[in-house]
């Protein structure tokens, strides 16, 4: 029992009682949570019956018909716009990609496009991209008002990370391959590149005096780069340095892929994620191999450095177009926007169709 205190004593005392609660610390404070799916509409798309000339196959084929999912978001003139991947049905790996375009002016119902707005053609980068095609994009905007988009090309045997710009979203530019020289034809994909959220709008930040993107689908990993275009592996004894690796016994035992670009937040680099569960030693608590959301946070000053992550995944498969399709049980994240207020998270269902969940921005 303290009989007698003195000033010390006292200050000490109302100093870990007395804490400022805005101040206080829990393991998820940095996130953006909770997220709610909005089942009154989802999924949002579904394959359509948009045709367009195929510039390889020289004939009209119905580029959307088999699935559609994998949406990256972007906010243009108080617009949302979805680039999403669509699959036809002739292709002889499980039908060749192209990248959509729809808009919307809630963030709920969407306009299609009637053409695929990025797509394989007779150009320098056909190599890469026929006959699997273009897969999974992901977006950012710079200062001047340009559009980059990291997609994955793949070419029937191996993806390879790309990179595309441009300044109305409806005709881009190829740039090429993000990895070159020695990682040219090494397996890469799911570029997330880090920006800031200003006002309506993720504009690419340099920290350090560069440009960073996390990606991979296996650990994951990270380039830099002067100008968005041209990118550098970040290398540890010479091999690409690895920032976050799967856990034993969680939604992410078996693998981690880069979701939408990450922001730069008061408490560090946000980054959304998808893992998916091991068959054994994952989740219990999740249907094996099933594709979950996860976050985590980056130092700002060092982006290779984990600060924090969360310990259960906010997003998982429970809606029957979530465990049924064409790959099953998945929630696949890529696009993210604010919006009127909220935030909208736009995710792959079942790699087969598009669904949203919101949140609030606060």
């Given at each position: 029992?303290?009989?007698?205190?003195?000033?010390?004593?006292?200050?000490?005392?109302?100093?870990?009682?007395?804490?400022?609660?805005?101040?206080?610390?829990?393991?998820?404070?940095?996130?953006?949570?909770?997220?709610?799916?909005?089942?009154?509409?989802?999924?949002?798309?579904?394959?359509?019956?948009?045709?367009?000339?195929?510039?390889?196959?020289?004939?009209?084929?119905?580029?959307?018909?088999?699935?559609?999912?994998?949406?990256?978001?972007?906010?243009?003139?108080?617009?949302?716009?979805?680039?999403?991947?669509?699959?036809?049905?002739?292709?002889?790996?499980?039908?060749?990609?192209?990248?959509?375009?729809?808009?919307?002016?809630?963030?709920?119902?969407?306009?299609?496009?009637?053409?695929?707005?990025?797509?394989?053609?007779?150009?320098?980068?056909?190599?890469?991209?026929?006959?699997?095609?273009?897969?999974?994009?992901?977006?950012?905007?710079?200062?001047?008002?340009?559009?980059?988009?990291?997609?994955?090309?793949?070419?029937?045997?191996?993806?390879?990370?790309?990179?595309?710009?441009?300044?109305?979203?409806?005709?881009?530019?190829?740039?090429?391959?993000?990895?070159?020289?020695?990682?040219?034809?090494?397996?890469?994909?799911?570029?997330?590149?880090?920006?800031?959220?200003?006002?309506?709008?993720?504009?690419?930040?340099?920290?350090?005096?560069?440009?960073?993107?996390?990606?991979?689908?296996?650990?994951?990993?990270?380039?830099?780069?002067?100008?968005?275009?041209?990118?550098?592996?970040?290398?540890?004894?010479?091999?690409?340095?690895?920032?976050?690796?799967?856990?034993?016994?969680?939604?992410?035992?078996?693998?981690?892929?880069?979701?939408?670009?990450?922001?730069?937040?008061?408490?560090?680099i946000l980054l959304f994620y998808?893992?998916?569960?091991?068959?054994?030693?994952?989740?219990s608590t999740i249907a094996k191999?099933?594709?979950?959301s996860g976050q985590a946070l980056?130092?700002?000053?060092?982006?290779?450095?984990?600060?924090?992550?969360?310990?259960?995944?906010?997003?998982?498969?429970?809606?029957?177009?979530?465990?049924?399709?064409?790959?099953?049980?998945?929630?696949?994240?890529?696009?993210?926007?604010?919006?009127?207020?909220?935030?909208?998270?736009?995710?792959?269902?079942?790699?087969?169709?598009?669904?949203?969940?919101?949140?609030?921005?606060?």
């Amino acid at each position: 029992m303290i009989r007698k205190t003195n000033g010390c004593l006292v200050i000490l005392l109302f100093l870990l009682f007395s804490c400022d609660k805005k101040k206080s610390v829990t393991a998820d404070d940095w996130a953006i949570l909770p997220f709610t799916k909005v089942d009154s509409v989802n999924p949002i798309i579904s394959a359509g019956s948009g045709e367009f000339f195929c510039p390889i196959l020289k004939q009209n084929i119905k580029w959307e018909e088999k699935d559609v999912f994998n949406p990256a978001a972007v906010v243009k003139n108080d617009t949302l716009f979805l680039l999403y991947r669509a699959e036809d049905v002739i292709g002889k790996y499980a039908g060749t990609s192209r990248i959509g375009l729809a808009y919307s002016l809630d963030g709920l119902h969407f306009t299609r496009y009637a053409a695929p707005i990025l797509f394989p053609n007779e150009d320098f980068m056909k190599k890469y991209e026929w006959e699997g095609g273009i897969e999974d994009p992901r977006i950012i905007e710079d200062e001047r008002g340009t559009y980059f988009l990291t997609y994955t090309a793949y070419d029937g045997k191996l993806a390879r990370l790309c990179i595309a710009s441009s300044v109305d979203l409806k005709q881009w530019t190829k740039q090429g391959l993000v990895l070159n020289g020695k990682y040219t034809d090494a397996w890469s994909k799911s570029g997330a590149i880090v920006g800031k959220l200003v006002g309506d709008k993720v504009i690419a930040q340099k920290i350090n005096d560069k440009y960073w993107m996390y990606f991979g689908d296996t650990d994951l990993f990270m380039a830099t780069s002067d100008d968005l275009i041209h990118w550098q592996a970040v290398e540890e004894n010479g091999k690409l340095k690895s920032v976050i690796q799967p856990r034993k016994g969680y939604f992410d035992s078996r693998l981690v892929e880069s979701g939408p670009a990450a922001m730069i937040t008061q408490e560090g680099i946000l980054l959304f994620y998808n893992g998916m569960n091991l068959a054994t030693n994952g989740d219990s608590t999740i249907a094996k191999g099933a594709y979950c959301s996860g976050q985590a946070l980056f130092d700002l000053k060092d982006p290779s450095k984990l600060i924090a992550r969360l310990e259960k995944n906010f997003l998982r498969p429970d809606q029957p177009y979530e465990i049924n399709g064409q790959v099953n049980q998945v929630c696949f994240i890529e696009g993210l926007a604010a919006y009127h207020g909220k935030w909208f998270l736009y995710f792959g269902t079942a790699d087969s169709k598009i669904a949203v969940a919101t949140s609030e921005v606060k």
